[in-house]
């Protein structure tokens, strides 16, 4: 198997922060896709594929199904995107990939075809999950979720998870998120203790699992606002599956939407996290993923 080795080049100021950041060169991106490949032939971990030595087996079809070449073979810009998440550690990255396939393999309820889109667009219809169209100061994408907008009767917490998953696979396809990371802002406003009792630990688990340990991507923040008091037991829940790495990054901030717009040009934010452009809605989001995964 033979990497395609096309011109991945990246803009000038996003190639010298992938260099200083992530140790991103020409040479290195074409050295480490070779050995990346060759991992993958020798381990036969592609997709559809099972290994000679009785090892991985029924080899899974990511969500992002454009995210392959036509032979079925993970393309260069796929692969890229679990370098990029392991500052081109060809070790660390060929770890990252595995266990994104194992994780698909013990969740495949979370693997969604276009059909599968559409019944659950409700999740985004009602804003619970989401993001912004424009970069935080940083130049990192934002994830955004207002559990307040999420009724138990109607969005199953299956559903939910769901929609991040492939809220996160329509971001990373980008090079810049790739390169600059994400950061999550969750606005609890509104969130009540009906909603805090329907929640389930399985549910951070799996969230942890995935953005921890299975994501090929670079999670650089998350911030909490307009969080009620009881919001203190899904957070102790959450805290143990977490990584010191990542507990560090947790940033609680109450009423403090001073912090959160001191990362954000304030009209790129919406009316909710005290923004002047407007008020949030997702549904826009459920149309832009069904049109991805149309092409």
């Known amino acids: 198997m033979t990497a ?6 990246l803009p000038p100021d996003l190639a010298e922060v992938a260099r200083r950041e992530l140790n991103e060169t020409p040479a290195a991106r074409t050295e480490c896709l070779i050995q990346f490949r060759r991992r993958l032939t020798r381990n036969a971990l592609c997709y559809g594929t099972c290994s000679d030595d009785g090892g991985e087996e029924d080899g899974y079809y990511s969500a992002e199904s454009s995210a392959s070449s036509e032979e ?3 393309d260069d810009r796929f692969l890229l995107r679990f370098l990029r998440s392991k ?7 060929y770890a990252m990939y595995k266990n994104y396939h194992q994780f698909f393999r013990d969740h495949p309820e979370l693997s969604l075809g276009l059909d599968d889109i559409e019944k659950i667009r409700h999740v985004w ?6 993001g912004l169209k ?10 955004l979720t207002f559990p307040g907008r999420w009724d138990p009767a109607l969005h199953s917490l299956e559903d939910v998870l769901r929609a991040l998953v492939l809220q996160l696979e329509f971001m990373i396809a980008s090079e810049e998120t790739q390169v600059r990371g ?24 799996t969230m942890s699992t995935l953005m921890q340990n299975a994501f090929p991507a670079r999670f650089k923040g998350v911030y909490i606002i307009n969080q009620p008091w009881y919001m ?5 829940i959450i805290r143990p599956f977490l990584s010191e ?3 560090t990054r947790v940033n609680i901030l109450g009423r403090d939407v001073r912090t959160l717009r001191s990362h954000f040009k304030t009209d790129t934010l919406p009316r909710e996290l005290g923004g002047s452009c407007g008020v949030y809605e997702g549904r826009s989001w459920a149309e832009l993923i069904v049109q991805a995964h149309s092409q």
Do not use: C
């Open 4 to 9: 395609d080795l096309g011109d991945h080049s």
């Open 72 to 74: 079925g073979v993970p």
């Open 87 to 93: 500052k081109f550690d060809v070790q660390r990255s």
């Open 125 to 130: 219809d009602a804003g619970v999950v989401g």
């Open 134 to 143: 424009e970069r935080d100061a940083h130049g990192r994408g934002v994830l």
């Open 182 to 205: 994400f950061v999550l802002v969750a606005d609890f406003t509104d969130f009540s203790l009906y909603q805090m009792r329907s929640l389930k630990p399985w549910y951070f688990q």
């Open 232 to 236: 203190s037991v899904p957070l102790s």
């Open 245 to 247: 790495k990542i507990k």
